[in-house]
């Protein structure tokens, strides 16, 4: 059974860091195009970053210079380094997996865009002023 589990999110101020952690089971990471999507309070899926098995990046735009993705593969784990955080960054964030050549192709926006292969609850990130 595939599961993605994310962890890491809470309340921090504007200007703050989080880091958001995304065990996965079931699921190979280095065979799919990894990433992250957030959605905020009555906004559309955004999709955020994307990473691939050679550890390939890409971000959207306004998180470019903030945000970090990284993997473990070894370990199955995912992860999302926020910084610099705004009260824009609110909301859930979700890990998930697409087809590995979308990476290439699409990067971050394969999220919003492409079938899920897998995806995780979703942890809560809230950025007051």
């Known amino acids: 059974q595939v599961q993605l589990s994310e962890s890491g999110g809470g309340s921090v101020q504007s200007g703050g860091s989080l880091r958001l952690s995304c065990a996965a089971s079931g699921l190979i990471i280095s065979d799919h195009c990894m990433g992250w999507f957030r959605q905020g309070p009555g906004d559309e899926r955004e999709g955020v970053a994307s990473i691939d098995s050679s550890d390939e990046t890409s971000y959207e735009n306004s998180v470019q210079g903030r945000f970090a993705i990284s993997q473990d593969a070894a370990k199955s784990t995912l992860f999302l380094q926020m910084n610099s955080l705004t009260i824009d960054d609110t909301g859930m964030y979700y890990c998930?997996?697409?087809?590995?050549?979308?990476?290439?192709?699409?990067?971050?926006?394969?999220?919003?865009?492409?079938?899920?292969?897998?995806r995780g609850q979703g942890t809560l990130v809230t950025v007051s002023s």
């Open positions: 998930a997996a697409v087809p590995k050549e979308f990476c290439a192709v699409m990067g971050w926006g394969a999220f919003t865009r492409v079938p899920l292969d897998a």
